[in-house]
């Protein structure tokens, strides 16, 4: 598909006003996308794990207004009136006009909720924008309701990405690839797909457990973060690293080698520091309590033959990922060695999901 198939002939139905109201899972990356071209354009594929308890809860309402030479709307968070959240959703509006020529025509109150705290570290930009994405392809929908379920979905998480990458990958579960990679079938720089091949059980209800050790705001926005990517000396190599993780990963899913699985997920999320470590500006996003947590985690491994790892987002919390079937032993090491580490005692219980409901 090409960027132009997402722009609409015409409308059948026309609609004075009305609301929907999407629910939209956060996902965390095993190969991580990290510096970005034009337009959204990712300089490397991702794939990753669907969340299922951390979601953004979105309603759009709806109205015809008189005029159409401008964006209208307000948003709200928790019902409190939100000013700051409007220049990124200024800025997606603009970037989507062109595939939903409606977005002038009428007044919109956001009103959003998440099931995580916020300002908890936990970043709201992918199961928010991806929720926003599929309220306003219920309205287009409502407009054109010949849309297949498919092209529907397809659509949104296309529109998801120019909100923020990450957000294509949150609608569907439970493993979802973004970014055009020559041995994934129907892989897009323009959208999610979800994965195609066979997955082991071993990661079936794989359980990740988010460890909060800095709920401060991030130090780095994303969208700085990645800009640094941009005349990075290793830029090149890392961006044939993640093609390669991209294309080991396949037989790793398959077979449900563990260690295997831990040694790639592990190496991308320190890579993905390592690029802030090494960019200039740099950064260094851990903080020592995540030091702590890596060394415990290692550890523990060691002596427990347990397969735990973590990985990391682009900030100082820390993921622990582990199979189900050691949820019992993995939860009760969290609680006596890694949560005396995380601020204020906040951890969140997660496992991988399905994607995104209409409520
Ligand atoms: C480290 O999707 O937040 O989480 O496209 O600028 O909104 P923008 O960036 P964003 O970047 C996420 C980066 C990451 C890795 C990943 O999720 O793949």
Redesign the pocket.
């Known amino acids: 598909m090409i960027v132009e198939d997402f722009i609409p002939k015409s409308s059948s139905k026309s609609i004075e006003k009305g609301s929907f109201t999407w629910s939209s899972p956060s996902?965390?990356?095993l190969?991580?996308?990290?510096g970005?071209k034009a337009h959204?354009i990712?300089e490397n594929p991702?794939i990753?794990f669907t969340l299922n308890n951390c979601k953004t809860t979105t309603t759009l309402s709806f109205s015809k207004k008189e005029t159409n030479n401008s964006f209208s709307f307000e948003v709200y968070l928790d019902d409190e009136k939100k000013d700051d959240f409007k220049p990124k959703i200024e800025t997606f509006f603009k970037r989507v006009e062109v595939y939903l020529p409606f977005l002038k025509d009428y007044h919109f109150k956001i009103e959003t909720s998440n099931t995580f705290p916020h300002s908890s570290g936990i970043?709201s930009?992918?199961s928010g924008?991806s929720a926003l994405a599929l309220c306003l392809m219920s309205i287009e929908k409502t407009l054109s309701p010949s849309i297949s379920e498919e092209s529907f979905t397809k659509k949104a998480s296309f529109l998801a990405?120019l909100?923020?990458?990450?957000?294509c990958?949150s609608l569907e579960g439970n493993l979802v690839v973004?970014g055009k990679h020559i041995e994934i079938d129907g892989s897009s720089d323009l959208f999610g797909v979800k994965y195609p091949y066979q997955v082991h059980q071993n990661f079936k209800n794989y359980q990740d457990t988010i460890l909060l050790v800095d709920k401060g705001e991030k130090q780095v926005?994303?969208?700085l973060?990645?800009n640094l990517m941009h005349d990075h000396p290793f830029a090149q190599e890392r961006f044939k690293q993640a093609n390669k993780n991209l294309s080991d990963i396949i037989s790793i899913l398959k077979t449900g080698d563990l260690d295997k699985f831990i040694a790639l997920v592990e190496s991308e999320a320190l890579t993905?520091h390592a690029m802030m470590m090494t960019s200039m500006p740099y950064f260094i996003l851990m903080k020592p309590n995540t030091l702590e947590i890596l060394n415990k985690i290692w550890a523990y491994r060691n002596t427990s033959g347990s397969k735990v790892c973590f990985t990391?987002?682009?900030?100082a919390n820390v993921h622990v990922l582990y199979p189900e079937n050691e949820a019992a032993q993995v939860l009760e090491f969290i609680q006596n060695e890694l949560v005396a580490y995380c601020q204020n005692g906040q951890y969140i219980c997660d496992v991988i999901g399905l994607g995104a409901n209409k409520m």
């Open positions: 996902n965390i990356a190969v991580k996308y990290w970005k959204q990712p991702s990753s970043a930009s992918a924008m990405r909100g923020s990458g990450s957000a990958r973004w926005s994303s969208t973060g990645h993905l990391l987002d682009a900030g």
